[in-house]
Nanobody, 122 residues
Framework: QVQLVESGGGLVQAGGSLRLSCAASGRTFSNSAMGWFRQAPGKEREFVGVISWSDISAAFAGSVKGRFTMSKDNAKNTVYLQMNSLKPEDTAVYYC???????????????WGQGTQVTVSS
């Protein structure tokens, strides 16, 4: 089992920044990829980005590329999502997820956090 706990969400004005954290515990070694997804009211959950524990490269959805970055602290089993130049359309509940391999698809992830709300005001 893997437990994931997100934190760092909140209310921010357009153009502002937030950093989300996802702390993992449990059998993290068996899940090499950490993804971030988001879900806005009335919309499907969508891919935001993914990073592997084994390397530093991250991949992002086109809608956030150039504005969001990901980093990780392997010693703390924590992944971070740095969100800059936030837009009202970034408003959503953000979830981190753990999976065996990097993927853009939610169904490829085995474990999910409870989510953290990000609201961007115009």
């Amino acid at each position: 089992q893997v437990q994931l706990v997100e934190s760092g969400g909140g209310l921010v004005q357009a153009g502002g920044s937030l950093r989300l954290s996802c702390a993992a515990s449990g059998r993290t070694f068996s899940n090499s990829a950490m993804g971030w997804f988001r879900q806005a009211p009335g919309k499907e959950r969508e891919f935001v980005g993914v990073i592997s524990w084994s390397d530093i490269s991250a991949a992002f959805a086109g809608s956030v590329k150039g504005r969001f970055t990901m980093s990780k602290d392997n010693a703390k089993n924590t992944v971070y999502l740095q969100m800059n130049s936030l837009k009202p359309e970034d408003t959503a509940v953000y979830y981190c997820a753990a999976g065996r391999s990097r993927s853009n698809f939610a169904q490829h992830y085995n474990y999910w956090g409870q989510g953290t709300q990000v609201t961007v005001s115009s």
